[in-house]
């Protein structure tokens, strides 16, 4: 069994429908054998990914496809929180992401606080961006900050701070944050060095680290070869490609 704990819809300039996107998706997710994937949302009400409102729509009563919604303090934020409570109480997410870095504000916003806390009122994690070169707004002694303050929150680190995973290594001794590898396969000219690294965190935190691809722009056959290169013993290998999905995001 796989999931893929991170896609999008695909981006595309041609025109095409939600739909087909959703179509797309499927296909993608077939093609792959994948199980289950978790669709998130953007956190802007217009956009080629879908806001949290398409995405609930595109796939609502799926058994195959939950989604995450996206927030933003910067757009229409308690316009958002109202949204997200009535999502989260009609369980049609299953978790929160914060696009830190692609949006300029800190994990560590004030702002954020009522985020959080409508997190650990309906045990569902919050996902952040990390990484690249944005990642003054995610770092590692922020999320480790945060990790601390809301003890009972789970944080889902998407992106590892790519490429710098070593930096993971910080963050294992908390057990609320956890870590997800979408898109870090993407550049297959460094696949050695990241490989290396990311044995070494599931070495260290063998039930917090998550399979994920961020297909919409990365590959998820790449993600998927990068989990079986690693020669992982069966069971180490069933966590990362399901079995912590299924915990971390309480699923079915």
């Known amino acids: ?14 025109g095409i429908s939600f739909r087909q996107k959703k179509e797309q998706l499927l296909h993608e997710m077939a093609r792959n054998h994948i199980d289950k994937c978790i669709v998130i949302s953007d956190s802007y009400p217009v956009s080629d990914i879908g806001s949290i409102d398409d995405c609930v729509k595109l796939f609502e009563g799926s058994d ?40 300029e504000f800190y994990l560590t916003d004030e702002r954020l606080k009522q985020v959080y806390e409508l997190a650990i009122q ?9 990484g690249w070169s ?34 993971c290594m ?23 060095t990241i490989s290396n690294k990311l044995k070494l965190i599931i070495e260290k935190a063998p039930s917090r680290v998550i399979f994920g691809s961020d297909y919409g722009g990365c590959s998820q ?10 020669h992982l013993e069966k069971s180490l290998e069933e966590n ?3 079995n912590n999905a299924v915990n971390v995001y309480s699923l079915q």
């Open 134 to 167: 944005n990642d003054k707004y995610s770092n590692v002694l922020s999320v480790i900050e945060v990790a601390k303050k809301y003890p009972n929150l789970k944080l889902v680190c998407c992106h590892c701070f790519y490429p710098h995973l070593e930096q």
């Open 64 to 103: 195959t496809v939950h989604v995450v919604g996206g927030i933003s303090p910067l757009c229409n934020y308690r316009e958002q929180l109202v949204k997200l409570k009535k999502y989260l109480e009609n369980r049609q997410i299953i978790g929160i992401k914060l696009f830190t870095g692609h949006e």
């Open 221 to 230: 056959k790449q993600h998927i070869e990068l989990i079986k290169e690693l």
């Open 170 to 192: 910080l963050a294992v001794e908390m057990q609320n944050i956890f870590f997800d590898i979408s898109s870090i396969a993407d550049d297959v000219s460094i696949i050695p």
């Open 122 to 130: 309906y045990s569902v994690p919050v996902l952040f961006h990390s």
């Open 1 to 14: 069994m796989i999931i893929d704990a991170h896609v999008h819809l695909p981006v595309t300039c041609n």
């Open 240 to 242: 990362i490609f399901w």
